[in-house]
């Protein structure tokens, strides 16, 4: 039998100190990204719904609010859009101190 021992002497002031590792990690959005769009006749019910027609086969999403007027008739569009970012790599107990949403603007 071999027995190995190893003994660590401190000073009687010595003081461990927690370190701090950080990681960045990027996250590119995925396929399943998209847009809610909503009609109504008002802007209040366009605003306010919790529904809408879910757009997500493009690759760019609308975001915003635009109307107009045809037949003397009014109609109101809100635009939501939706990202997806799979983060299943980040442990559950990690800290995030800190993150950021690059856009691209494509037009106004």
């Avoid at 370190?19 to 399943?32: A, P």
């Avoid at 109101?76 to 995030?96: G, M, N, Q």
């Amino acid at each position: 039998m071999i027995l190995s021992l190893s003994i660590f002497a401190f000073p009687a002031n010595f003081r461990a100190e927690a370190t701090t590792i950080t990681v960045t990690k990027t996250f590119t959005s995925l396929s399943y990204d998209g847009e809610i769009r909503n009609s109504e006749q008002t802007y209040e019910e366009t605003r306010n719904a919790n529904e809408g027609v879910v757009i997500d086969d493009s690759t760019w999403a609308t975001v915003g609010q635009s109307y107009y007027t045809t037949g003397g008739k009014t109609y109101y569009y809100v635009f939501r859009a939706f990202l997806y970012f799979d983060t299943s790599t980040i442990p559950d107990d990690a800290e995030i101190v800190s993150a950021i949403l690059s856009l691209s603007l494509i037009h106004i």
